[in-house]
């Protein structure tokens, strides 16, 4: 691994329930805006809980151009495709030279992939019959097919990755994509993270009694569960020299990252935090930082 190479952020993109670019989510954010709400997405009458971060009025076609086939693309697909369209334009790489699409790649982080379409067929399977249901809906179930669509929505061929790490996925693929890098095996990387709201996931949750009937409060004493949500959120990785030299707008850098595992309980963190300490220690020691130089920590609140 090239330890002296550098690897920074160059674009940006998401779409989520607080906005439909960056620009709108971090105005919604800087404002306390907050972004659960009622769910209509799919039917929550049976469910203990109703509310949850769900985009609303989310137009596929608006965000992703003509030029995209959606009629293959699942939810969480076109969610994945719009961030990572925003993402490149940002990055000023879109559309992306011909000469560095065979070395660009993309690492993306999952759960439920196309299960909301999956369960739209079945129901029509049980309401029409098999002569007429679309069984198309069936080739986006898998949860890789976000970064295939992204692939070859861009014409990449560089390396291509899926993560189902359940809450740490989309940093998973951040860590990842940055080693792929380093190591030489890719020049750019898109990485991120996308998923999106589905009844199998929101039952789940519930059965779990994992999930506030309001808002998820993960500091308060009174907290009662976290709060679902869908979104997606992808970044452009590139060497520090190669932003330097197109003249980039940089965002910030990757210096270090670190993985563990709990192996404690399914929704729960461990009360000692073990994992979680191994895992900041281990991305301090990766990026040569002491703790005294760490600013802002960013909280996994699951409020559970």
Same mark, same amino acid.
Request: charge should be neutral.
């Given at each position: ?30 404002? =306390? ?36 086939? %959606?009629?293959?693309?699942? &939810? ?13 334009? $940002?990055? !000023? ?15 993306? !982080?999952?759960?439920? !992939?196309?299960? @909301?379409?999956?369960? &739209?067929?079945?129901? $029509? ?11 198309? *809906? ?10 295939? *669509? ?5 014409? /990449?061929? =560089? ?40 009844? @199998? ?6 059965? %779990?009694?994992?999930? $506030? ?9 009174? &907290?009662? !569960? %976290? ?7 992808? %970044?452009? /990785? ?16 990757? /210096? ?29 020691? $990766?990026?040569? @930082? ?15």
């Amino acid at each position: 691994m090239n330890s002296k190479k550098r690897i920074v952020i160059t674009g940006m993109g998401t779409k989520n329930a607080l906005g439909g670019n960056v620009g709108q989510f971090a105005g919604a954010l800087r404002e =306390g805006v907050c972004g659960i709400s009622e769910i209509d997405l799919f039917d929550t009458a049976e469910f203990r809980t109703h509310k949850g971060g769900q985009i609303k009025n989310f137009n596929p076609r608006q965000s992703i151009p003509e030029i995209f086939p %959606l009629k293959r693309m699942s &939810r969480a697909d076109q969610l994945a495709v719009a961030a990572a369209l925003e993402a490149l334009t $940002d990055a !000023g790489l879109y559309p992306l030279p011909e000469t560095l699409r065979e070395n660009t790649g993309v690492a993306i !982080g999952g759960g439920s !992939g196309g299960l @909301l379409g999956a369960e &739209r067929f079945y129901a $029509d399977l049980l309401r029409k019959g098999m002569k007429r249901s679309k069984f198309s *809906r069936l080739s986006t179930i898998f949860c890789a097919s976000s970064a295939d *669509r992204i692939a070859s929505s861009f014409g /990449l061929s =560089g390396p291509k990755t899926t993560f189902m790490t359940a809450c740490s996925a989309g940093a998973t693929a951040l860590g990842y994509a940055r080693d792929l890098i380093l190591d030489g095996q890719a020049d750019i990387m898109l990485a991120g993270g996308v998923e999106p709201m589905c009844r @199998l996931t929101y039952a789940a949750f519930n059965a %779990l009694k994992s999930v $506030d009937e309001n808002v998820c409060r993960p500091f308060d004493k009174s &907290r009662a !569960g %976290l709060s679902l949500g869908e979104a997606s959120a992808i %970044l452009v /990785l590139e060497p520090l020299t190669a932003a330097l030299a197109r003249g980039a707008k940089i965002y910030g850098e990757i /210096l270090g990252y670190g993985i563990t595992c709990d192996s404690f309980h399914m929704t729960a963190p461990d009360e000692k935090a073990s994992g979680a300490v191994r895992s900041m220690q281990a991305a301090l020691k $990766d990026s040569g @930082l002491a703790e005294g130089d760490v600013d802002y920590i960013n909280a996994h609140g699951t409020a559970t």
